[in-house]
Each structure stands twice: as structure tokens, then as C-alpha cells.
């Protein structure tokens, strides 16, 4: 038996590895609060790539909740729910949210992977079957995987092959399909109508996972379920407090019976310290405002399409906009040549040089051959600072190689 290389000689390969195949990522320090601008190495920049959708993370209401929490409950729940940790404050919430998406009952966790990880891992095991959009988050993935379930994955947004394979699961004990609303890379929506419907078919459940729809979408943020009017029929409601609420922490509702069970099974739930009160309470400053405020997710969602007709109309490889989210592909629009990770490396790094951060996004977040510049928008951003992102994406894609680019500059 040949003797095991030390671990810090082996790591080193692997980091060599990584950085080889351009897939390097290394801490960005943001020295200030969350806002459309922030310091980052002492300069100032336009940021674009928060997921601090609606400009809530830094709102005074939010930041005065949290710290009259802080005040009164301390730092931290100290415990976990089921043992000391749970406190008035995240009944409050927990009661909030039940009725914000017009549901029975909801429960809170310290993050959006603890969430999904907890239900799925509470609903599924070894007889069951559960049936995931492939672009669905890391989270969904793991929880999948977690759960023992047999784990079925289908073309993202394709219903005929979700029908067929709803068709194969006779047999099974228990059939889950879950998908998110509003996917986080492609910032596209799921078609959530004909999905519950072709589940409800089949006798299985539904769970869609409100991640980058909280806030944004629905009458008054409730979501993408909410604003179609599927509320009834989607039976695991999934969404975080750290995106467009500004907080942190995410939350499961749906039936009494659904949150009753999670409390008794969720791992996730069951051994992790309670929600922070400051986080809780910033989550129900922000929800309120979400509901008394309607436009700031509706003059969101207007400057993102702008921002995608102009990216495209240069040519760009933009999609239409449907959502705060929008990705500009770095692949040169011919065959994949395996370097867009590289190309989205550069046009990010040359965006920050220009006093813009924007994220690239490369495999394995994405698929090979998709790189990106994700770019998100926030609600408090100008038009000025639009008009800036637009010139630095269109000259930096330019430079970088992008051919239909190229051909919209040298238009007369």
C-alpha cells in the first residue's frame, strides 16, 4: 500500500487545478453597507451584483427593527428552537409570513439551504421519488441527494418530459416535483401553472422555492405562486429573508400539518441554533414595506427590461428580462470554445476597473459553455447608473471578444 500524501501537498494540486481550468474565486471585502454603491478596497463602486433586490438590506425601518431586537433579545437565540431558542420574535414572524402567502402555518430556518435541505429531507426517503428541475439551485440538489429519494431530474421548463417521467413514478410512495419560480443564474421564471397542473395529474406534490421571487414578484412581494394565483395548489412554499428583504434566514410554509411535521423531522431545523432575533425582526420590517410599498418591485422590474432591450439591441447575448436578474453570456455566440469562463473572468475584472462590480459566474455554478456576467439590479439604482452599466458592458464585451458586439459598434 502506497503511503498518502500529506494533506496540504494534495490541497495544493487540487488549487492548481483549479486555477488552471480558469476557475479560480477568491473574498471581494465590501468595507460598507449594501447598498447601490459600496466601498471595496477603500474606492467606491457601482454594485451589481447584491441580491439586495429592492435596496431593504440598508432601509432605516429595517436597521431600527433589527436593533430594537438586538436590544431586547441579544445577539443570538442561543439555542436551538426545539431546546430554548425559540423566541416571541420568531412566532411573530413565523405568524407574518403564514399570512403574507396566505398560507396556514410557515417556520423560519438560519438560511435558504437549511430550509430546502430540512423539508425535503422531512417529506422523502428510500421509497419515494422526487422530481427536480436541472437548474435548480445547489441547495435542491443536496437536498435531493440527502434524502435518499430516488432523484429524477428533468429539462429545465420542459413539461412533456416532466409528464413522462411523472408517468413512470406508479409505484412509488411519495412523488415530489419541485422547481424554483424564479431561477437564480438565468433569472427566467418556471411555468408554474402547467406544472401544478401535471403534478396534481400524477397525484404528486408540488414545492417551489420563492428564493429570487420573495419580494419581487406578487401583489405585495408574496411571490411568483402568489402573483399567478396558485397559492392553494403549490403544497411546500420555499423562500429566503436574505435577498430581496434585506435580512437573513429563509422560511418553509404551507399546511399546519406540513410545519408540524418539519419541526419533528427537519435535521436542519432540529440541530442548528434559532434564527438571529435582529434577523427576524428586520425580516418583518421588510415584509411590511414589501406590502405598503408595492412600487419599488414594480419600477424594479421595468429598469430591468430597459436594461435588456438596450444590452440586446447592441447586440449582446441578453435574454428578454423577466426577471431583476440578468445574464449576459460570454461564449463568443458560436460554437462553446471553452474559454467564456476566462472571458467572463476579464469582462468582470475590466467592469471593476471602470468602477462596476459585476459577478462572473462560471462552472460548476453554471454549466460549461454558459459563463456569465450575472448582472442584478436593485431598486435604488439611477438611471445614471444604468446608462453607466450599459456603456461599461457593451465596451467591455467588446473588448473581450464578443463578434455580435462588435458588429452592432461598427454599425454606422
Not at 154 to 168: E, K, T
Not at 245 to 252: D, I, N
Amino acid at each position: 500500500m502506497s503511503p498518502r500524501q500529506p494533506l496540504d501537498s494534495t490541497v495544493l494540486g487540487d488549487l492548481e487545478s483549479i486555477r488552471g481550468a480558469g476557475l479560480w474565486r477568491e473574498l471581494r471585502e465590501i468595507e460598507s453597507a449594501q447598498k447601490s454603491r459600496v466601498l471595496l478596497r477603500g474606492r467606491e463602486v457601482l454594485l451589481f451584483c447584491s441580491n439586495n433586490y429592492l435596496g431593504l438590506a440598508d432601509h432605516p425601518e429595517v436597521i431600527e427593527a433589527a436593533a430594537t431586537a438586538l436590544s431586547r433579545y441579544g445577539a443570538s437565540a442561543a439555542s436551538s428552537r426545539l431546546i430554548s431558542g425559540s423566541m416571541t420574535v420568531h412566532r411573530a414572524l413565523e405568524e407574518q409570513i403564514a399570512d403574507w402567502k396566505g398560507v396556514e402555518a410557515a417556520l423560519v430556518f438560519g438560511s435558504g439551504y437549511l430550509a430546502n435541505v430540512g423539508v425535503i429531507g422531512a417529506l422523502l426517503g428510500r421509497d419515494d421519488v422526487v422530481i427536480s428541475d436541472e437548474l435548480n439551485h445547489a441547495s435542491i440538489v443536496d437536498a435531493c441527494r440527502l434524502s435518499r429519494a430516488r432523484v429524477v431530474v428533468f429539462r429545465h421548463n420542459d413539461v412533456d418530459q416532466l409528464a413522462g417521467m411523472l408517468a413512470a413514478t406508479v409505484g412509488a410512495r411519495r412523488v415530489l416535483v419541485v422547481t424554483e419560480s424564479v431561477f437564480s443564474m438565468d433569472g427566467d421564471v418556471a411555468p408554474l401553472r402547467e406544472i401544478v397542473d401535471v403534478a396534481r395529474r400524477f397525484g404528486a406534490w408540488t414545492m417551489v422555492d420563492e428564493a429570487h421571487a420573495s419580494g419581487v414578484f406578487g401583489k405585495s412581494g408574496a411571490g411568483l405562486v402568489s402573483e399567478l394565483g396558485l397559492t392553494r395548489d403549490v403544497d411546500i412554499h420555499v423562500g429566503t429573508l436574505g435577498k430581496a428583504l434585506g435580512s437573513s434566514g429563509a422560511y418553509v410554509a404551507g399546511s399546519r400539518a406540513l410545519v408540524d411535521l418539519v419541526v419533528n423531522r427537519a435535521r436542519s431545523f432540529i440541530y442548528s441554533t434559532g434564527l438571529p432575533p435582529a434577523s427576524a425582526a428586520a425580516a418583518m420590517a421588510a415584509i411590511e414595506i414589501c406590502q405598503r410599498e408595492p412600487e419599488r418591485a414594480e419600477g424594479l422590474r421595468r429598469r430591468v427590461t430597459g436594461l435588456s432591450e438596450r444590452l440586446r439591441a447592441a447586440g449582446l447575448r441578453v435574454s428578454v428580462a423577466q426577471s431583476q436578474i440578468l445574464p449576459v453570456l460570454t461564449s463568443r455566440g458560436d460554437a462553446a470554445t471553452g474559454d467564456d469562463a476566462d472571458r467572463a473572468v476579464r469582462a468582470s475584472q475590466q467592469l471593476l476597473d471602470r468602477g462596476i462590480y459585476v459577478a462572473a459566474i462560471r462552472p460548476p455554478t453554471v454549466p460549461a459553455g454558459t459563463s456569465r456576467l450575472r448582472l442584478s439590479v436593485m431598486a435604488t439604482h439611477t438611471d445614471e447608473d444604468i446608462d453607466r452599466l450599459v456603456a461599461g458592458v457593451i465596451e467591455v464585451m467588446t473588448q473581450t471578444g464578443d463578434k455580435r458586439a462588435q458588429a452592432a459598434r461598427s454599425r454606422p
